[in-house]
């Protein structure tokens, strides 16, 4: 059984090892100084200006992925047979997670026989990225969807996420 993988921006891969890899990422859009950008391995503003517009004392905030643009990406696979698999920015910084579902939903009910996994990563940045790689991993072994899912929801709360920041 055929399955595409996904992600968002919010786990902060590159584009070399996204294309390496063979997934899609699902940009999410942020808002900074009165402008919108997509997070598109800084094509969209690369990330040297995003931080000076930080330094400079702009606030930025991201906005969700909306259920329509799930379907649009979602259904091209559907429609060759295949299923996806989701793994999402945390629902608890985000109502991506809430979108992912509704698209779901309403998929499976559009292409019968054809699964959309959707996963809360309950994290963020590289927590979110080092679960897609293990995710990535089992796949590429040979491990089946349905037990990829099984392990994603076992262990997405062992991971022990740090941090820094510039100044308090």
Known sequence: MAVRYFTDSCADLTREYVDQRDFSVIPLMF????QDYWDDFGLSIHPH???????AGNSSSTTQITAERFTELFTPYLQAGSDVFYLCFSSGLSSTFDSAQLAATQLMDAFKGRKVYVVDSVSASMGQGLLMHHVL???DAGT??????KWTEENKRRLCHWFTVFDL
Do not use: A, Q, S, T
Not at 144 to 149: D, F, H, P, Q, T
């Open 31 to 34: 808002h900074v100084d009165g």
């Open 49 to 55: 200006d995003f931080y000076d517009k930080l330094r």
């Open 137 to 139: 991993n089992l796949r």
């Open 144 to 149: 089946g969807i349905e037990e990829i899912v």
